[in-house]
């Protein structure tokens, strides 16, 4: 298993970090699961 993971979303990176870290992030949760807000991944966007 791989010591380092680094997540990407939309062309950028996410989260570098152990497995560990990786699946315990809520942004790497929410990009890839979904979530009702979506501030927290697209820092800046309008989301009206």
Do not use: C, K, N, W
């Not at 939309?10 to 989260?15: A, I, K, N, P, Q």
């Amino acid at each position: 298993m791989a010591e380092t993971v680094t997540v990407l979303h939309l062309g950028r990176v996410l989260l570098t970090g152990s497995p560990e870290e990786v699946r315990a992030s809520h942004e790497v949760q929410s990009a890839y699961l979904g979530s009702e807000d979506t501030t927290d991944i697209f820092p800046g966007a309008d989301h009206a």
